[in-house]
């Protein structure tokens, strides 16, 4: 009996060893899953490549940009009717579109990377802005999907397509102008300048700052709340930067960081950074805020006593 169960016990350890040893496996090839590592090391491996292919095409370096292409790779971009197969063509199409360019800015974000072994795919968003060879300044929003394969230990985009949801030429009079009512804003506020401050709102303007628990509807709520607001600073100081602004007819809308710093009455001095999302509207030929969202990274006391 005992014997028995000495054999049934081995027989239960050979089969899990057996399991496992199975499960360090996959596909048809009886390759080695991605260890953790490996993954994290081939997102890094990713990234870079399409920070290079980003870097290229904004520095004009087409060396670094055909550096990240496999050698049979696949670009398909359906608005400018491209579908070049191979470094060759790849590399004629882009030189073109560079040339069309005094200069240009790439962004990406929001990604989805997927590594399988050698292979990975990725999707994010991308923001573009450039300016033609008459001065004109141009953006673009979309998406793009790509294929990836490991070759000689790096990685290469093995195909690519690009997705434009929208691209057209913006109007730099209207965007200097929006900028200059973010300035009355952060002048208002830093010079305690309440009509200067309010004076940059539309009549329905809507302000949210969830860690401030502010939802202010109408000009008289906002005028109240940033009233208390610059009442509790001897001084301050905003910094706004990273601008991406998208003008259509007279509505619009921006993005922006803010770093900000201030001297509580107490002579403690304060700082934080966050971002801000907005809607413009233009009224009798101005443009106002319609809608404000403050966004909060940090907030604390940076030097002087409790």
């Known amino acids: 009996m005992e014997r028995a169960k000495v054999i049934s016990i081995l027989l239960v ?5 057996g399991i496992t040893a199975g499960a ?12 953790a590592l490996e993954k994290a090391d081939a997102v890094v491996g990713i990234t870079n490549i399409v920070s290079d292919y980003c870097r290229g095409y904004d520095k004009k370096d087409i060396d670094l940009l055909m550096s990240v292409w496999a050698d049979d790779a696949h670009v398909v971009w359906t608005d400018a009717k491209w579908d070049l197969k191979g470094k060759a063509a790849i590399k004629d199409a882009y030189m073109k579109s560079m040339a069309a360019w005094s200069n240009s800015r790439h962004n990406v974000y929001n990604w989805n990377i997927k590594v399988k072994a050698n292979t ?22 979309g998406s793009y999907e790509r294929e990836f394969v490991k070759d000689n230990g790096t990685w290469k985009i ?5 997705i434009m949801d929208w691209f057209k030429p913006q109007d730099p009079q209207a965007i200097q102008e929006i900028k200059n009512t973010v300035a009355d804003y952060c002048r208002g506020y830093d010079k305690k300048d309440i009509d200067l401050l309010m004076s940059v709102w539309a009549d ?8 401030a628990k502010w939802d202010l509807k109408g000009k008289a709520a906002i005028k109240d709340a940033y009233m208390k607001s610059m009442a509790a600073w001897s001084n301050s100081r905003h910094n706004v930067y ?7 007819a007279n509505t619009a809308t921006s993005t922006q960081y803010w770093s900000w710093h201030a001297d509580n009455s107490k002579g403690n001095t304060w700082a934080g950074e966050g971002g801000y999302e907005r809607e413009f509207v233009k009224e009798n030929g101005a443009w106002k805020i319609k809608y404000q ?11 002087g006593g409790s």
């Open 13 to 17: 350890i050979g089969l899990v060893v």
């Open 24 to 35: 360090a496996y996959s596909g048809d090839n009886f390759r080695p899953v991605v260890s």
């Open 120 to 141: 990975a795919t990725s999707t994010h968003y991308w923001a573009w802005h450039a300016d033609d060879s008459k001065g004109t300044k141009w953006a673009g929003e």
């Open 158 to 162: 093995k195909y690519q397509k690009i």
């Open 204 to 211: 329905d303007a809507h302000v949210v700052w969830t860690d």
């Open 242 to 248: 990273n601008w991406y602004i998208k003008v259509k």
């Open 293 to 303: 969202k403050i966004t909060q990274d940090w907030f604390k006391q940076v030097t």
